[in-house]
């Protein structure tokens, strides 16, 4: 039934669109092959002007849809309807005679929502254009066949704990791919389906927000709200879809600290030092990261002497140290109280503080083995220099705070005492120099003494002590340095000569008065006068000093005022000499002297320069004596008329079987008995030449002569290289190795001569080889 009426409807809708177009047509020429006059018409003869097709529709059979028409068909047949454009000859078909449009298949809008072809009416017989051609739409008409779909979802929103009804979460939104302008195909509404009453969802916009005030994430921290979109506004028959929301709450500060007990109790050993960790405190608070950061301080005073407590790296827990050294016998135990309060507070949320939290802290002392105490932290004790060894210097008491009644014992640091100035006495702790003290070669000595428990070794503890050794005038004062001057012939009486200062060595004696006293009598030369400031004058008197070679030596007294008071005596050098006008030195008398009975200094000059060169040419010809005889050395040894080679290598000796085979360097003329008569050197010229045997004609094998020659070689040891010879692994008489050489081998005859060719017949280039070897002998008388 349902399709009937779509039938029907896409035959109303395509038949009632179609209307006559009344306005004029211009003219339109026939084909353009046929010249001719212009067939002229008045008005347009089409009568369609777009269909509809509804989508999804599928039926036994091709639909209608629509008709094509003209005016100039009169129903005779003559008319050929013609279709093409988007679809034409498979989607959609044409009636050639009636102008009927059928569609074959199946549309879906949401693929093409239409198609643009292009109709046109020709004479069957002869295909030529009845109309020009002309463009109509087929529109394809929706239906409700797309569900809603959400394409971004599932979603993730957050949304912070203790929010207000109505505030905003996220926004979701849907899609329909039906057409939106046609129906309510395409109407969304959206619903929660579940997360009610936590959450709601805005019917027309899809705006997810919080449904009820103050969900608190510490009791859930995430909620699962599935929204649903469906379409034709929400009625019934209308296609759905829902996606799923994750909403997370934020963390805020809204819960103060809380500490899970009102007292802690902790213990810490007496010796633990400042820093040493005592205990952790932490207030437990639900909420996270910044808001759940604490800080920690100690309210009473008592407690903060001698604790202090400071928030870890995490900003979670209370740390408890030791701030100072504690004291079993003194105290105890340490009560006081501990704050723990958020550092970050939310204004918003003050209603729900106060975001701070109190508990009490106990902290027991316990007692531990300690070190002796000295009664001081350190010591300053003096005595005076020069003191006998023995001496008293001072005290030092230490006393064991465990156990008072404890003996001590004490002793000196070693290294702090390198030169052994003092001793401690053991039992009492009192110290006495051991050798006299110089203030002025040392002032202060800085000793270590230790003090060490008798029951217990291991307890010990130490105290600087320092030394002071106290001035005594000790000191005569002294001239500051030598004055050794001069003063002129022509000076005026009364002239000032030089200004002597003194120096002594005692601690005051820099800043106390020195007393000066020169010469005294008519017969002084010259005069001292104290200036009264540690320094005196040294004045020509009214009669000048007579002139002589020799200076003067001016004894001068000093004497400070100490207890008791020292003086001393030292003497100036004071040297005559005469001057120029303007008052410089021109020569002493003691100068003057000796250059009479010298040399001047240019004479002195000449003379040294002379030496030098005398030295200098003799360490040239020395230099050149030896660089010549070095190189005389050098050609000495590059002479080569013996043609020794010498080789520096030597093997292992007889031991060393693996370097060569020692059977290749054996002589075979070594095993041979040896000839009567006194044996043959071989390696001297023979006193006597051995005559010569005459040879017989030799074979015309060149091997043979060779042969031959080399049998009269071997027994002939007259001839040269009679130098030359060279005996390889041979360690004395009796060794199985022979010669190496050429010359002293054996021949392969064994030694017996054979017939032998002249050599003179074989021409210039054997001329030596034949004066050596085949020289005839003359004939003898």
């Given at each position: 039934?349902?399709?009937?009426?779509?039938?029907?409807?896409?035959?109303?809708?395509?038949?009632?669109?179609?209307?006559?177009?009344?306005?004029?047509?211009?003219?339109?020429?026939?084909?353009?092959?046929?010249?001719?006059?212009?067939?002229?018409?008045?008005?347009?003869?089409?009568?369609?002007?777009?269909?509809?097709?509804?989508?999804?529709?599928?039926?036994?059979?091709?639909?209608?849809?629509?008709?094509?028409?003209?005016?100039?068909?009169?129903?005779?047949?003559?008319?050929?309807?013609?279709?093409?454009?988007?679809?034409?000859?498979?989607?959609?078909?044409?009636?050639?005679?009636?102008?009927?449009?059928?569609?074959?298949?199946?549309?879906?809008?949401?693929?093409?929502?239409?198609?643009?072809?292009?109709?046109?009416?020709?004479?069957?017989?002869?295909?030529?254009?009845?109309?020009?051609?002309?463009?109509?739409?087929?529109?394809?008409?929706?239906?409700?066949?797309?569900?809603?779909?959400?394409?971004?979802?599932?979603?993730?929103?957050?949304?912070?704990?203790?929010?207000?009804?109505?505030?905003?979460?996220?926004?979701?939104?849907?899609?329909?791919?039906?057409?939106?302008?046609?129906?309510?195909?395409?109407?969304?509404?959206?619903?929660?389906?579940?997360?009610?009453?936590?959450?709601?969802?805005?019917?027309?916009?899809?705006?997810?927000?919080?449904?009820?005030?103050?969900?608190?994430?510490?009791?859930?921290?995430?909620?699962?709200?599935?929204?649903?979109?469906?379409?034709?506004?929400?009625?019934?028959?209308?296609?759905?879809?829902?996606?799923?929301?994750?909403?997370?709450?934020?963390?805020?500060?809204?819960?103060?600290?809380?500490?899970?007990?009102?007292?802690?109790?902790?213990?810490?050993?007496?010796?633990?030092?400042?820093?040493?960790?005592?205990?952790?405190?932490?207030?437990?608070?639900?909420?996270?990261?910044?808001?759940?950061?604490?800080?920690?301080?100690?309210?009473?005073?008592?407690?903060?002497?001698?604790?202090?407590?400071?928030?870890?790296?995490?900003?979670?827990?209370?740390?408890?140290?030791?701030?100072?050294?504690?004291?079993?016998?003194?105290?105890?135990?340490?009560?006081?109280?501990?704050?723990?309060?958020?550092?970050?507070?939310?204004?918003?949320?003050?209603?729900?503080?106060?975001?701070?939290?109190?508990?009490?802290?106990?902290?027991?002392?316990?007692?531990?083995?300690?070190?002796?105490?000295?009664?001081?932290?350190?010591?300053?004790?003096?005595?005076?220099?020069?003191?006998?060894?023995?001496?008293?210097?001072?005290?030092?008491?230490?006393?064991?705070?465990?156990?008072?009644?404890?003996?001590?014992?004490?002793?000196?640091?070693?290294?702090?005492?390198?030169?052994?100035?003092?001793?401690?006495?053991?039992?009492?702790?009192?110290?006495?120099?051991?050798?006299?003290?110089?203030?002025?070669?040392?002032?202060?000595?800085?000793?270590?003494?230790?003090?060490?428990?008798?029951?217990?070794?291991?307890?010990?503890?130490?105290?600087?002590?320092?030394?002071?050794?106290?001035?005594?005038?000790?000191?005569?004062?002294?001239?500051?340095?030598?004055?050794?001057?001069?003063?002129?012939?022509?000076?005026?009486?009364?002239?000032?000569?030089?200004?002597?200062?003194?120096?002594?060595?005692?601690?005051?004696?820099?800043?106390?008065?020195?007393?000066?006293?020169?010469?005294?009598?008519?017969?002084?030369?010259?005069?001292?006068?104290?200036?009264?400031?540690?320094?005196?004058?040294?004045?020509?008197?009214?009669?000048?000093?007579?002139?002589?070679?020799?200076?003067?030596?001016?004894?001068?007294?000093?004497?400070?005022?100490?207890?008791?008071?020292?003086?001393?005596?030292?003497?100036?050098?004071?040297?005559?000499?005469?001057?120029?006008?303007?008052?410089?030195?021109?020569?002493?008398?003691?100068?003057?002297?000796?250059?009479?009975?010298?040399?001047?200094?240019?004479?002195?000059?000449?003379?040294?320069?002379?030496?030098?060169?005398?030295?200098?040419?003799?360490?040239?010809?020395?230099?050149?004596?030896?660089?010549?005889?070095?190189?005389?050395?050098?050609?000495?040894?590059?002479?080569?008329?013996?043609?020794?080679?010498?080789?520096?290598?030597?093997?292992?000796?007889?031991?060393?079987?693996?370097?060569?085979?020692?059977?290749?360097?054996?002589?075979?003329?070594?095993?041979?008995?040896?000839?009567?008569?006194?044996?043959?050197?071989?390696d001297v010229l023979p006193w006597a030449r051995v005559s010569r045997q005459p040879r017989p004609p030799g074979p015309a094998d060149v091997a043979q002569l060779l042969a031959l020659r080399l049998r009269e070689a071997d027994e002939d040891p007259s001839v040269p290289p009679y130098d030359s010879v060279q005996v390889y692994g041979y360690e004395g008489r009796g060794s199985s190795c022979g010669s190496l050489?050429?010359?002293?081998?054996?021949?392969?005859?064994?030694?017996?001569?054979?017939?032998?060719?002249?050599?003179?017949?074989?021409?210039?280039?054997?001329?030596?080889?034949?004066?050596?070897?085949?020289?005839?002998?003359?004939?003898?008388?």
């Open positions: 039934m349902w399709g009937l009426v779509r039938l029907l409807l896409a035959w109303l809708g395509g038949w009632g669109c179609m209307g006559r177009l009344a306005a004029p047509a211009r003219a339109w020429a026939g084909s353009r092959g046929h010249p001719g006059p212009a067939l002229l018409r008045t008005r347009r003869s089409w009568v369609w002007n777009q269909f509809f097709v509804i989508e999804e529709y599928a039926g036994p059979e091709p639909v209608l849809i629509g008709k094509l028409h003209s005016d100039v068909d009169r129903g005779e047949g003559r008319t050929k309807y013609l279709l093409t454009g988007e679809g034409a000859g498979t989607v959609f078909v044409i009636d050639e005679a009636t102008g009927n449009i059928h569609v074959t298949k199946s549309l879906d809008r949401e693929e093409k929502a239409q198609y643009v072809l292009l109709a046109q009416a020709v004479d069957r017989a002869s295909n030529r254009p009845l109309e020009p051609p002309s463009e109509f739409i087929i529109k394809v008409q929706d239906i409700n066949d797309n569900p809603p779909i959400f394409p971004l979802g599932p979603y993730h929103a957050t949304v912070p704990e203790m929010s207000n009804v109505g505030t905003s979460v996220i926004q979701v939104t849907a899609h329909d791919a039906d057409d939106p302008s046609y129906g309510n195909s395409a109407k969304l509404v959206y619903t929660v389906l579940d997360g009610l009453p936590f959450f709601s969802v805005d019917p027309q916009t899809g705006v997810v927000r919080t449904a009820i005030p103050n969900m608190d994430r510490e009791t859930q921290e995430e909620f699962l709200v599935v929204i649903q979109a469906k379409d034709m506004g929400g009625h019934m028959g209308g296609l759905s879809g829902s996606t799923t929301v994750t909403v997370t709450l934020s963390d805020v500060n809204d819960n103060p600290p809380k500490f899970p007990q009102s007292l802690y109790q902790f213990s810490v050993v007496e010796t633990a030092g400042p820093g040493t960790l005592v205990g952790r405190l932490r207030a437990q608070d639900p909420d996270l990261g910044d808001n759940a950061l604490m800080a920690y301080s100690i309210l009473d005073g008592e407690g903060s002497e001698a604790f202090s407590i400071s928030t870890d790296s995490q900003g979670r827990d209370g740390l408890l140290t030791v701030r100072k050294p504690l004291d079993f016998e003194s105290r105890r135990s340490y009560s006081f109280r501990v704050e723990a309060t958020n550092t970050l507070i939310d204004p918003a949320y003050l209603r729900r503080g106060p975001f701070k939290d109190v508990a009490s802290v106990r902290v027991v002392v316990q007692d531990a083995p300690e070190p002796p105490a000295f009664t001081q932290a350190a010591y300053h004790l003096t005595v005076p220099e020069n003191k006998a060894p023995g001496t008293l210097v001072g005290q030092i008491s230490a006393a064991d705070l465990d156990s008072p009644a404890s003996p001590i014992r004490y002793s000196i640091l070693p290294h702090s005492d390198p030169e052994r100035c003092f001793s401690i006495q053991p039992e009492e702790g009192t110290i006495h120099t051991a050798a006299p003290l110089d203030r002025e070669a040392r002032v202060w000595h800085n000793l270590t003494v230790l003090a060490t428990e008798l029951d217990s070794s291991a307890q010990v503890s130490r105290v600087q002590v320092t030394i002071q050794t106290l001035d005594e005038n000790d000191n005569a004062p002294q001239l500051a340095e030598p004055y050794d001057t001069f003063v002129c012939d022509s000076a005026a009486p009364g002239q000032l000569i030089q200004v002597i200062r003194a120096l002594d060595r005692d601690e005051v004696g820099n800043s106390s008065h020195v007393s000066f006293q020169g010469p005294l009598g008519p017969d002084a030369n010259f005069t001292v006068r104290d200036n009264r400031d540690g320094s005196a004058s040294l004045l020509l008197p009214s009669r000048p000093a007579p002139p002589r070679q020799a200076p003067y030596l001016v004894p001068i007294e000093l004497w400070d005022w100490g207890q008791p008071a020292l003086s001393s005596t030292a003497t100036v050098t004071v040297s005559v000499c005469r001057c120029q006008p303007d008052g410089s030195v021109a020569s002493c008398w003691p100068e003057a002297h000796l250059s009479a009975a010298g040399l001047s200094t240019g004479a002195l000059l000449a003379i040294i320069t002379c030496v030098g060169a005398l030295l200098a040419l003799v360490v040239l010809f020395v230099a050149l004596r030896r660089q010549k005889q070095e190189a005389l050395m050098v050609l000495e040894e590059e002479d080569v008329r013996e043609n020794i080679i010498t080789y520096d290598d030597e093997g292992g000796g007889e031991e060393d079987t693996e370097a060569f085979d020692i059977t290749a360097l054996q002589n075979p003329d070594g095993a041979a008995p040896q000839a009567p008569g006194p044996p043959t050197r071989r050489s050429s010359l002293g081998s054996g021949s392969e005859a064994g030694g017996v001569p054979g017939p032998a060719e002249p050599l003179d017949d074989w021409g210039p280039l054997f001329r030596t080889l034949a004066e050596l070897y085949g020289a005839k002998e003359p004939p003898s008388p």
